[in-house]
């Protein structure tokens, strides 16, 4: 009854029962599972989240240099600006929390430190710093960002089914290109917004972000992993911005997720986290690959 695949079939249950997105996921767990139980799943979910926050914390006091030696302070650095009156962010300071809370949770990464891949270690960043950020300035209870993470992981589990997370997959569209999608998802249900709505957003997010290559330097989740969390953290918002505003998309979702998967099978596998291609195979990509000693196939 409360299973699904699709945007549509999402949709369909979400109008047939009345429940949000959250709501349905909870239920769906529940009957695929006949041993489990809301509290628990609550509870597992609360032990993700505390992953979450202390990712953020730790990669902002972060100060030493990444294991490929490409990152490492940057988030340190913006949190210093953002505790400065005197400097000025265009963006909001909820976006702005977001960007460097993003950036935060992947240097952490990079660094061997603890985060929650949500939902891959490369685009672990958008989720966290989107939801701490709006957490923190909206004042939204931990009750609230749970449901949040439950509706992020509804447009996760459908991309997972019928095109892909990962990055070897079907290039970055597939991980951050993804995160944006359920993390504009999550940021409109935590404001209001109706199951379609999340749809909505989660569709204009996702179709921005088609074609997007994955390329990291020296196969590194360093370069351009970590600044591209940060950029496409900010997307989220635009997204839902634009649908709140009552602007929508005009390809449906499951067609940009069915996009996305041919676009992903086309798409060579140079660009496809193998380290031979796009920014990895830069002047500055070779020489830094060279320098970390790391052999990439095919080069």
Do not use: W
């Amino acid at each position: 009854m409360y299973d699904f695949n699709t945007g549509e079939k999402l949709l369909e249950i979400c109008t047939q029962s009345n429940f949000t997105i959250a709501e349905v996921v909870i239920r769906r767990e529940l009957q695929l599972n006949e041993n489990a139980r809301r509290e628990a799943i609550m509870a597992e979910l609360t032990n993700r989240l505390e992953v979450i926050r202390s990712g953020v914390i730790e990669g902002l006091n972060r100060k030493d240099k990444s294991v490929g030696l490409m990152v490492g302070g940057l988030a340190n650095k913006l949190k210093a600006r953002l505790d400065n009156p005197d400097f000025a962010f265009f963006h909001s300071k909820v976006v702005a929390k977001a960007m460097t809370y993003a950036i935060a949770t992947n240097e952490n990464n990079a660094c061997m430190g603890r985060i929650l891949a949500f939902p891959t270690a490369g685009a672990a960043g958008v989720i966290p710093g989107i939801l701490c950020a709006v957490a923190e300035e909206f004042n939204y209870d931990d009750d609230a960002i749970l449901d949040a993470m439950l509706c992020a992981s509804a447009i996760g589990l459908i991309i997972a089914e019928n095109a892909s997370l990962s990055g070897a997959g079907g290039g970055c569209q597939a991980e951050v290109g993804s995160a944006t999608a359920m993390g504009a998802a999550a940021v409109t249900q935590l404001r209001g917004g109706t199951p379609t709505d999340c749809i909505n957003a989660a569709t204009l997010a996702l179709k921005n972000t088609l074609g997007l290559v994955c390329d990291p330097i020296g196969g590194m989740v360093e370069v351009p992993c970590v600044k591209r969390n940060g950029m496409f953290a900010t997307m989220v918002f635009s997204a839902s911005d634009l649908t709140m505003a009552g602007l929508v998309s005009f390809v449906p979702f499951d067609q940009v997720v069915d996009a996305m998967k041919r676009i992903g099978d086309m798409m060579p596998d140079a660009h496809k986290e193998t380290a031979m291609g796009g920014l990895a195979q830069t002047k500055i990509g070779r020489e830094q690959t060279k320098k970390l000693g790391i052999k990439i196939t095919g080069v």
